[in-house]
């Protein structure tokens, strides 16, 4: 009995505390300079994977939409309303994907936004960026 009480205590003290952070799903309409390509429009989904998401991290699968570049999907982790990013191009003979660090902030109405920086080491020879979104 005592041993089943033991297991039974120790269950429970390693069970994940509930997802309290910030929820920043949705989608996005994002203003973006390259500094190979210039400037670009996208389309950002973000959803969160509230199974990986527990007390104020949050796991999130990443979809960027850029017109006449392709899709880049990708992951996010967040720690409240910072989170990190990593994307690629579905095309991996473009070596166009890159790491992001992005922060969250909520605008009048509720609207979430977001500024993006990101790197991308092999994308003809190594580039950078920033993004602007705003959640519809």
């Not at 009480?5 to 429970?12: I, M, Q, V, Y």
């Not at 994977?49 to 949050?58: C, I, T, W």
Request: aromatic share 14%.
């Amino acid at each position: 009995m005592l041993a089943m009480l033991t297991a039974l205590a120790s269950g429970l003290a390693q069970a994940k505390p509930a997802f309290v952070g910030p929820d920043v799903s949705g989608v996005y309409d994002c203003t973006g300079e390259d500094d190979h390509e210039g400037p670009y429009t996208g389309t950002v989904t973000l959803e969160l994977v509230r199974s990986q998401s527990y007390g104020v991290f949050g796991a999130y699968s990443f979809k960027l939409e850029v017109p006449g570049y392709g899709a880049y999907p990708g992951h996010a982790a967040a720690r409240g309303r910072q989170m990190a990013i990593h994307f690629a191009n579905i095309d991996p003979a473009t070596k166009d994907y890159g790491t992001g660090i992005a922060s969250f902030s909520k605008r009048k109405g509720g609207k979430w936004t977001f500024q993006k920086h990101y790197y991308e080491p092999e994308f003809k020879g190594g580039n950078f960026g920033r993004e602007n979104c705003v959640q519809r």
